[in-house]
């Protein structure tokens, strides 16, 4: 008959979701709509993962930190115009965080956007996406799906990984082709992380400068925990004897209670080592960019640098030996090469330790405090002691104090299980970030958010009782933006900017969907809750009162604040 001799056809729905599915993506963070819709039907259907959000930005975090947590890019999709802009924030930010992620959003005719003839949701996306972003492409022709699939992928992990854009207009999805000839355009993208080794001459350079080293230091930035180079990365260290900072995502490559962590002697380390080399972390201001008090007297340092980005070095200070590799290849070389001709720097890491102590010892009673109402200390005590307990569980956190101060206690033991603000110490990556953590690692995520932050993507707990995923959010509910204790000066209706609802109970939010909600005043409280919820796995969200005077201005930041000597706030 005429049907069972004609081609089998195939169309571009049908490649774009072969394409990703040979790549190994397996996951879609997503907010349906025109023209997606039927996309994401037929993805869930052909067996992928299609994770439904209900905000742009939270699906594109999601997106985002699954590229982090797998090397491999995360992908998010969008409907056009509003959709795309929602998701551009996340892809912004991927870009910055240096994390593979590519956004794919449907777009209106090619003709009459160029034209400028008010389409539905008429709005010219590549030319919006390509500034914040590493690379964007748009496909017009079903044959290019293939290809165009195999450049995104690439873009995105290749180098300094990064946010890449996918521009698909609604018309490319209907477009039919020939079946075999659609699988054959279709394109695996053969190593797409090559290794990348420097020279046997930068490679000395750098050995030199750590042999003759009287206070090294090793920095590991989340480009390093990134890397998937673990093992290397600890017999280095271990071999070496150097102390060594993690920032705050590389927190656990090494657990921070290794011998060698200086993690809470940081400000005596930043300003006394004589040789700092820097793995996977930019001297940015989170670093105070390389320069001025934090880091002791000008010119006492020599920096060495591992990066796969060449232009990194030299960014803020002289870099005196540049080693552009990835790190996995390059800490490869440097372990062979410390091989008997590095002394461990015992004295150094000794005075390094005693400091430590003295710190650790400092902190201790605070954490132990079970004061109602909690302050962030005998809250994050509670924390603290969770995760001790159960390592393999996902943090994630953000807030202003919520941040800060959880960074330095919750002390972390694995590689990659701390997602937090990251480059741009940015809020409202919390749901996002929490959905993606349980997705792509099936373990418990324990949230821990600031009453602030959590706002920003809240609604996504929706989304977390509708997946039924292993979510434990804690608040930190201190009734507002750094505390809750601000007033209107002018004594008028309106509250100051900087609060909320005071006594919000966020747990029952949880409840109006099917999850659990709970509302605790004490650190045994919080302690009890969110060990049931992990052990339950059950969608959970606990309401931590705080003191509402508890809190500083802008966490750790507050000298960023400009502030005006006319008028004192
Ligand atoms: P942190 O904020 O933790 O200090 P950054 O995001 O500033 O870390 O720095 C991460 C760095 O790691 C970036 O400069 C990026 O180019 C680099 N990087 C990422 N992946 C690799 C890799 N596989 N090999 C080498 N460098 C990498």
């Known amino acids: 008959s005429v049907v069972e001799d004609a081609p089998a056809l195939t169309d571009g729905f049908q490649l774009v979701i072969d394409a990703l599915k040979l790549n190994d993506i397996t996951n879609l963070y997503v907010v349906p709509g025109i023209p997606i819709s039927d996309l994401l039907r037929m993805a869930q259907a052909e067996g992928m993962r299609v ?8 699906a594109g975090n999601a997106a985002a930190i699954a590229g982090f947590m797998t090397k ?4 998010c999709m969008t409907v056009s115009a509003p959709g795309f802009l929602n998701g551009l924030t996340a892809l912004a930010n991927a870009t910055t965080n240096c994390f593979p992620m590519i956004l794919i959003s449907g777009s209106s005719e090619r003709e009459v956007v160029d034209l400028q003839q008010g389409d539905y949701e008429e709005m010219d996306q590549l030319a919006i996406a390509k500034p914040l972003c590493k690379a964007a492409f748009r496909i017009l022709h079903a044959q290019d799906i293939g290809i165009g699939v195999a450049r995104a992928i690439r873009a995105a992990v290749s180098g300094r990984p990064g946010g890449v854009y996918l521009d698909l207009p609604a018309k490319l999805f209907s477009q039919v082709m020939d079946a075999a000839e659609g699988a054959k355009s279709l394109v695996k993208v053969v190593d797409p992380t090559p290794a990348q080794y420097p020279s046997t001459e930068a490679v000395n350079r750098a050995l030199d400068l750590l042999k003759g080293a009287k206070r090294p230091l090793v920095i590991f930035g989340k480009g390093a925990a990134y890397a998937q180079a673990d093992d ?6 271990e071999k070496s004897g150097i102390p060594f900072l993690q920032m705050s995502m590389a927190k656990g490559l090494l657990p921070d209670t290794h011998p060698q962590s200086a993690g ?15 793995v996977g972390a930019r001297l940015n201001w989170l670093l105070s960019h390389g320069k001025g008090k934090t880091w002791g007297k000008p010119g006492s340092k020599k920096f060495i640098q591992v990066d796969i980005e060449p232009r990194e070095m030299d960014s803020n200070v002289e870099i005196h030996a540049p080693l552009v590799g990835d790190i996995a290849s390059v800490m490869e070389v440097l372990l062979k090469g410390i091989d008997g001709g590095l002394t461990p720097p015992t004295d150094w890491m000794a005075t390094v330790a005693a400091k430590r102590e003295q710190n650790v010892a400092k902190m201790a009673p605070k954490l132990m405090s079970n004061a109602s109402p909690m302050n962030f200390h005998g809250a994050l005590g509670a924390l603290r002691r969770v995760i001790k307990e159960r390592p393999d569980a996902m943090l994630v956190n953000e807030g202003a104090n919520t941040l800060d101060l959880a960074r330095g206690i919750i002390d972390m033991y694995e590689p990659r299980k701390r997602l937090d603000v990251g480059t741009w110490g940015v809020m409202g990556v919390g749901m996002g970030y929490a959905v993606a953590a349980a997705v792509e690692s099936g373990k418990p995520v324990l949230a821990v958010e600031g009453d602030s932050a959590f706002g920003f993507s809240g609604m996504e707990v929706e989304t977390i009782c509708r997946y ?22 002018t004594g008028g209706n309106d509250p ?15 409840e109006a969907f099917g ?3 709970v509302h605790v005043t004490n650190p045994d409280e919080l302690y009890r809750a969110v060990n049931e919820a992990m052990d339950s796995g059950r969608p959970t969200l606990v309401n931590a009162v705080i003191d509402p005077a508890a809190g500083t201005e802008s966490g750790n930041i507050g000298s960023l604040n400009p502030t005006s000597s006319v008028r004192k706030m």
């Open 51 to 58: 994770v439904s959000f209900r905000h742009e930005q939270n």
């Open 72 to 75: 491999k890019p995360g992908v």
């Open 232 to 237: 290397t990365i600890r017999a280095f260290v």
């Open 264 to 278: 809470a002697a940081r400000s005596l380390v930043l300003q006394d080592a004589d040789v700092v080399m820097l």
């Open 468 to 489: 039924n995923l292993p979510v434990c959010i804690v608040i930190f509910n201190n009734n507002g933006i750094y505390r809750g204790t601000d007033v209107n000066p």
């Open 496 to 510: 100051s900017p900087m609060v909320f609802v005071p006594g919000s109970r966020y747990d029952k939010m949880m």
């Open 515 to 517: 999850g659990v909600g």
